[in-house]
């Protein structure tokens, strides 16, 4: 019986596995316009949840993902959160599932057709849409095996094993079983396959339903743990979208809790209103859909007020500029979303440089502190980005996004040299002595605004950047250098500028010259990248579709 169960778990768990990744990459677009378009009221975020949690059966996969939606700045915290209520009435699918389909049909007369269509369909759609159709398709005949092997195996325990007992120790019974289902959940990491395990004891009369309703409260809570685990060392959005997921799973687990006596005693009468069986698994889908959707329109009147608090916490490592805001490691095995949140960041990388090269070439002392803590600031944000990026192309990089990559990483490269040629700059700027040539010093005027032209210029996530631009900044820039060398070598012949002093405007202005050079590439490359991670792949690969 233990093998029974364990066995039944494994296949239920594997069928969810591959429910989950054949659906979600069989969606496609589809997906991603829902995520886009579904999440700008309330109700659309809360619908979009519910679809989405329904039709990939995985509420904590999508828990993790807003987290990721929100650190990629894809989505707002207010958003984020809706998306997790509606999650949470999705995840009464799977006991719709196991309730109607579970237990009133012949199941391997259902499941072995769908396990052997699907892998034909696997294995001749490698790579294609309806290959991960295949996939989906097998992972739900295998979920329905698991099932099949749960309800024998605890058929055989109910003569064993009574817990019926412990319920009867009123509401300390029924703790101990919201604990159990608790338990379950963490060590699973599977509200479903808690729910699967709740709903087949039940079933088999190894536990009382009312003990079983304490379970499934249990199970709900605890999907909070892989939230939880999930912004562990993350940014200030992960763990802000994790505690609002806890807060919402408690207060509904609590209401659930102190309502469960008045609920269970008409679970049966909502079954026969909709002319439903009153076996026990209908009733605990019908507890389980009837807590969720009443903890969701007890948050909904309070949901502005808790984002608000939310937004308060947390601040400190947001305060750290070193600190990455966009990347975590929540989103870096979801290749396209990865790469929306390394575009975020490499743009702060590159607000960071501009900042300081800007600041070197207005200088007139040379380097402040300012300068070298935007410097130290840079280095960590672009060894971040590196083992980010690391990190994401470990986790199964498409082949369309497999040749991207580099780009991100070339644009940081580029705003690396930029802040080393600043430091650089203002170091030379404590040699130089003011020029009173009035020709040279026009040049050396005109010549820095056009370097700071294009550096203002080369930001590529302001409004109006225009890539055509920037270049034809660039080439005033590279106009106004030449004059500006040819006027400081005419000064250092005519004896005006010594040949030392001569020697450091020129290696300075050449600095400059580059800096402009690196900010264009640097902008032109970022936007590059951002489109290229923004088109759709052959594959079906994308933001949402990556949801587990």
Known sequence: MIFGLMGGLGLFLLGMRLMTDGLRLAAGNTLRTIIANSTSTVFRGLLSGAFITALVQASSALVVASIGFVNAGLMTLSQAVT?????????????????????????????????????????????????????????????????????????GLSDTIQLSAISGNGPLGMLIFVGLGFILTFLMQSSSAALAITLTAASGGVIHLEAAAAMVIGANVGTTSTAIMAALGATANAKRVAAAHVVFNILTGIVAFLLLPFMYSHLADIALLFHMDTGPATLLAIFHTLFNVLGVLLILPINRHMVFILEGWFRSNEENEAQPRYLDSTVASTPVMAMHALAKEIARIGAIARRMAEGAISSEKGPGARLHSDKTVLDTLVDATAEFSTATQRGNLPK????????????????????????????????????????????????????????????????????????????????????LKAALLRAGTRGILTPRQMVHHLEQSSHIRKIGEEAEKGARYLVNFTSQTSTDTNSGTNIAAEIA
Request: net charge negative.
């Open 83 to 155: 998306l997790i209520y509606g999650s949470n009435v999705g995840t009464t699918m799977t006991a719709w599932l196991v309730a109607v389909v579970g237990f009133d049909i012949n199941i391997k007369a259902l499941a072995l057709p769908m396990l052997g269509f699907g892998m034909i369909l696997r294995v001749a759609g490698s790579g294609k849409r309806y290959g991960a159709m295949g996939e989906a398709l097998a992972g739900f005949g295998l979920f329905f095996l698991g099932i099949n092997e749960l309800k024998i195996a605890f058929a």
């Open 400 to 483: 369309d996004l497999d040749g991207v990559l580099p780009n991100a990483l070339r644009v940081t490269g580029y705003y690396t040299i930029m802040a080393e040629l600043a430091i650089e700059v203002a170091n030379l700027q404590q040699k130089i002595q003011p020029v009173n040539e009035p020709e040279v010093a026009a040049e050396i005027a005109r010549f820095k605004s056009a370097a700071v032209k294009i550096i203002k210029e080369a930001d590529s996530e302001a409004d109006l950047f225009s890539k055509d631009e920037s270049a034809r900044l660039l080439a005033n820039l590279t106009d106004a250098y030449n004059h």
